[in-house]
Antibody, heavy 118, light 110 residues
Framework: QVQLVQSGAEVKKPGASVKVSCKVS????????MHWVRQAPGKGLEWMGG????????IYAQKFQGRVTMTEDTSTDTAYMELSSLRSEDTAVYYC???????????WGQGTLVTVSS | EIVLTQSPGTLSLSPGERATLSCRAS???????LAWYQQKPGQAPRLLIY???SRATGIPDRFSGSGSGTDFTLTISRLEPEDFAVYYC???????????FGQGTKLEIK
């Protein structure tokens, strides 16, 4: 059974960066395809990017290209998502989730609320 | 990019009734890559259906998925109180590779 535990809530000023972590247990990170999905308050789910095992590369949604970086520390089985140049519209709950090659997300972290406010 | 449109936006039903939720894609989606999720307030989404019609582990058999091409349906045969939540469909596309979600259907108690 995979468990994903995310870091705590963050409050950031516009223009700053935020880095959210996602600790894996039950499996090793190298066995998983980790992705990030966000949800603005009262809104729907939005895929940001993740690891594509077919290419062996991280893919990003076009909307976030150049502003998001997803990394992994396999020594600690921890995935990270860093979003830069924050604006108020980036206020959201950020989830890590594991993707199955069949194209769906089977395990989710508990979510991390990032608030961007001056 | 494929756009998923869910309908209705809100569905008001009573426990014991049957719920039918629709997900329409802007272009054909491989059935293998269509999934449904349930989300309750303050919780992460939970996978219900993958491959358009396969139930995820531990999902009761009152949940079923169907459809192909551009039209997909999630059916809850007999609503239980714990089924009132928001439901999202999601697809995976390979060219370019990526995932998209529908905007969600809120299932509320009538």
């Amino acid at each position: 059974q995979v468990q994903l535990v995310q870091s705590g809530a963050e409050v950031k000023k516009p223009g700053a960066s935020v880095k959210v972590s996602c600790k894996v247990s039950g499996y090793t990170l190298t066995e998983l395809s980790m992705h990030w999905v966000r949800q603005a308050p009262g809104k729907g789910l939005e895929w940001m990017g993740g690891f594509d095992p077919e290419d062996g590369e991280t893919i990003y949604a076009q909307k976030f290209q150049g502003r998001v970086t997803m990394t992994e520390d396999t020594s600690t089985d921890t995935a990270y998502m860093e979003l830069s140049s924050l604006r108020s519209e980036d206020t959201a709950v950020y989830y890590c989730a594991t993707a199955i090659p069949g194209g769906y997300f089977d395990y989710w972290g508990q979510g991390t609320l990032v608030t961007v406010s001056s | 990019e494929i756009v998923l449109t869910q309908s209705p936006g809100t569905l008001s039903l009573s426990p014991g009734e049957r719920a039918t939720l629709s997900c329409r894609a802007s272009q054909s989606v491989s059935s293998s890559y269509l999934a449904w999720y349930q989300q309750k307030p303050g919780q992460a989404p939970r996978l219900l259906i993958y491959g358009a019609s396969s139930r995820a582990t531990g999902i009761p058999d009152r949940f079923s998925g169907s459809g192909s091409g551009t039209d997909f349906t999630l059916t809850i045969s007999r609503l239980e109180p714990e089924d009132f939540a928001v439901y999202y469909c999601q697809q995976y596309g390979s060219s370019p590779p990526g995932y998209t979600f529908g905007q969600g259907t809120k299932l509320e108690i009538k």
